[in-house]
């Protein structure tokens, strides 16, 4: 099967979940309510590092995790950036994941955006878009 926005296969989808083990969460909740905890705290379990990544919980931590103002405030090299934002602030996104030397930008299902996805291309990021990075980790490789 192949993602028709971003014509990534399931195979190389497999292959960026097995390879790549951090993660930042942008637009990650404290509320345990949210998608994008539930989300956060599965990859958490299957092994990978969270770094959330929300201006409005700075200084806190997120499932144990310190939480940053932005991608640029990560004092690491991040992998994998995951957005639960809303898709007109993604290109701003992609620009700083190309910026961090990030590999791959992940919009959550039901968020696309061309622009970003062209961002990061050009920027030699792999893209995937209107994707659960979660069920696609479990489809893929289990939990």
Request: proline share 6%; glycine share 6%; net charge negative.
């Amino acid at each position: 099967m192949t993602d028709i926005s971003t014509n990534i296969t399931d195979v190389e989808k497999r292959e960026l979940l097995f390879r790549y083990r951090v993660i930042a969460v942008v637009g990650l909740s404290d509320s345990p309510w949210k998608p994008s905890q539930g989300v956060a705290e599965y990859m958490q379990d299957a092994g990978y590092l969270i770094v959330p990544v929300n201006p409005n919980r700075i200084g806190k931590t997120i499932l144990g995790e310190m939480v940053y103002e932005t991608l640029a405030d990560i004092p690491f090299p991040v992998e994998i950036v995951d957005v639960f934002r809303p898709a007109l602030v993604t290109p701003k996104i992609a620009e700083q994941a190309v910026a961090m030397g990030a590999k791959v930008l992940w919009l959550q299902q039901g968020i696309i955006n061309e622009e970003a996805a062209r961002i990061a291309r050009d920027g030699g990021l792999i893209v995937v878009m209107d994707r659960c990075i979660a069920t696609d980790h479990a489809r893929l490789i289990g939990s």
